[in-house]
Every structure is written in C-alpha cells, then in structure tokens.
C-alpha cells in the first residue's frame, strides 16, 4: 500500500521560500512518478510541478523559475524547493504518485494528506 506524506509548510513572508518534503512508503520512487499540487480554498486542485521516473521535470507557468522539484530515491523522498513565495502561493499543497505519468493532471492514485503553505505580502 502506497502512503505518502507531506511535511515543510507553515507560514512566511513574500518573497521568502520554503522547502515541502513528501516521504513515501509502498514503493520504491525510481519507478513511479510523482508530482506536487496545490489546492486553495474554493478552488480545485491544480498541477505545481512533476518529476518522471528518469527525472524528466515539468513546471506549471506560474512556478516556472521559482519552484524547484526533485527526489531521492535512496530516501524515497519527494522534494519542493519554493522560492521567491508570493501571497497566490497560499494554497493546501498535496504530493501524488503513480505507475504511470498524469504530468500536472489531478488524476494520480496515491496523494498524501497535504501541508499548508500560507504567504503573507
């Protein structure tokens, strides 16, 4: 069974950064894929960032340049460096994992319970 959970969040000025971590139990990360997604209030939820079994990354518009995803597969590990934050950035922010790739579509099997990340201007 595939469990993942978040962990990193909290609150911070903008312009600040922050770095979410996402470990992973059930399955070895070299092999799955995995993205982070964000959710604010009232809104669904949307792709941030993925990272592909080979390492291949992919960026929504709106984090291009700030945010940084990656993984250790020796630790089975998820990773989301988020600089130069900005108060839209507030959002529940959710890590997944898949067998195959949904890229920054919300259609991953496995999610993790989420961290929130609040961005005060």
């Known amino acids: 069974q595939v469990q993942l959970f978040e962990s990193g969040g909290g609150s911070v000025q903008a312009g600040g950064s922050l770095i979410l971590s996402c470990s992973a139990s059930?399955?070895?990360?070299?092999?799955?894929?995995l993205g982070w997604f964000l959710q604010a209030p009232g809104k669904d939820r949307e792709g941030v960032a993925s990272?592909?079994?080979?390492?291949?990354?992919s960026y929504a518009d709106s984090v291009k340049g700030r945010f940084t995803i990656s993984k250790d597969n020796a630790k089975n590990t998820l990773y989301l460096q988020m600089n130069s934050l900005k108060p839209e950035d507030t959002a529940m922010y959710y890590c997944?994992?898949?067998?195959?790739?949904?890229?920054?579509?919300?259609?991953?099997?496995?999610w993790g319970q989420g961290t929130q990340v609040t961005v005060s201007s």
């Open positions: 059930g399955y070895t990360s070299s092999s799955y894929y």
């Open positions: 990272i592909d079994s080979d390492g291949s990354t």
């Open positions: 997944a994992a898949d067998r195959i790739s949904w890229y920054l579509l919300p259609e991953y099997n496995n």
